[in-house]
């Protein structure tokens, strides 16, 4: 069949990227061959996103220029998966572009899903109906076994690798889409998940970054004990040929949260690092959003992760103008940005998805300028204290694992030969760039911290 070039789009988390390279993998298994442009392909596939109404209206407009494209090209199929495909079914199938709708529960079928609409040129959904039904935690389910066949490193990123340890969320924050598109918590198997990690080491890969909505609630009972992320993590450092564990994201909670600190202060493999979102610095807003702690709580929280991992980085997010966020709302958050210290964080406007609690009962009642304003001056107080934090590695010998070259390298860094510039992690996940062969993406590296800016350290190789 020389049809089967397919395309593949993606947006969204990291959650998004690992479902994209599942497919991606499953496809090439299936004797499609991946092109990089929409020009080549026959298929065209897009991974979406429904967490932000901006995320969607990309999508809208990619799938609005892929209908001028069918206009010269009739036999494009043009599929659309991911949690926009689970949020909006049938109605997404309406579109005149669109062929497959496919939500991230059925990506096991995508292959026969492309292969049908090739075939016979009709249109093909497949979602779940009742997405908040309790999914079966056995081993053996349809995902599972895809996620097991296809989990194998993407080497998008040379020498890193994602690994899902949980699906779905159940935390149901009021302005989140996710618990209706990817469904109710599902904790993998340990054993599948510590044999995708020695599968990926035998494979090259050096970093595993452990992936869960919630990561910190992945639980999993055996006959023997319940596994928890910190028992996962343990385990997980156990295998030869893997030096960094990551995990993200973590909902700030203390069930396992001394556990996971001390794996953390105890294996030399697992980077201190933590990314856990606060949202908001106001009591007020955090009842509204259904977080279920205060700004308080959440402060000890972090000052207790600092007393047991004590060089731990710690990263944020938060959302402006919620409903109701009043200007006395907003100074609290903040302040506890500023008490926070965070080493980066990630800063929201806040818009409405259909779908959710917030949507469904609470009016958008912050005017856009306003919301605008307070995300600038949020990501100011963040970018003084990045600044003042990272001017503290000045100098300093460290160990980064290097992800390859530089797709916009930095202008201010200092040129080192004919060498590009690399662009490295550390193991508290600051992105550091410094020139070097391209030989070392995938590797570690030694450098030495010479300049630094709020997001980026500037380094040489020692
Ligand atoms: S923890 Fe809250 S914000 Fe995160 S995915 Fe679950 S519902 Fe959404």
Known sequence: MDNKKVHIKSFGCQMNKLDTALVRSALDAAGFVLVESVKEANVVLINTCSVRDHAEQRVL???????????????????????????????????????????????????????????????????TEQIRKPAPQTGSDALEEFESAYGLADKQVPGQAFVRAMRGCNKFCTYCIVPYVRGPEVSRQP???????????????????????????????????????????????????????????????????????????????????????????????????????????????????????????????????????????????????????YRNCFVFKYSPRPGTTADKRLEDTVAPEVKQARNVELLAVQEEISDRLSRSFLGKDITVLVEGPSKKPHLNAAASGNNPQLVARTAGHWIVVFNGPKSLAGQFAKVKITKTSPLTLFARLT
């Open 61 to 127: 407009s990619h799938l609005g220029h892929l209908k001028h494209i069918k206009e010269s090209k009739p036999d494009l199929v043009v599929g659309v998966i991911g949690c926009m495909a689970q949020r909006l079914g049938e109605k997404l199938l309406e579109h005149e572009a669109v062929s497959i709708v496919c939500g991230p529960a059925q990506i096991p079928q995508i292959a026969d899903l492309v292969t049908e609409a090739l075939r016979h040129n009709k249109k093909e959904l497949s979602v």
């Open 191 to 341: 054993e599948a998940i510590i044999d995708q990690i020695k599968r990926l080491a035998d494979d090259g890969i050096k970093q595993v970054t452990l992936l869960g909505q919630a990561v910190n609630s992945y639980q999993y009972k055996t006959a023997e004990k319940t596994w928890s992320l910190a028992d996962l993590l343990a385990a997980a450092a156990e295998v030869e040929g893997i030096k960094w564990l990551k995990f993200i994201t973590n909902y700030p909670s203390e069930k396992y949260f001394d556990e996971i600190l001390h794996v953390m202060a105890d294996s030399p493999k697992v980077c201190p690092h933590l990314h856990i979102p606060a949202q908001s610095g106001s009591d007020k807003i955090l009842r509204a959003m259904n977080r279920r702690y205060t700004a308080d709580w959440y402060l000890a929280l972090l000052d207790k992760a600092r007393d047991i991992v004590p060089d731990i980085a710690i990263a944020g997010d938060f959302i402006v103008g919620f409903p109701d966020e009043t200007q006395d709302d907003f100074e609290r958050t903040v302040d506890l940005v500023k008490k926070a210290q």
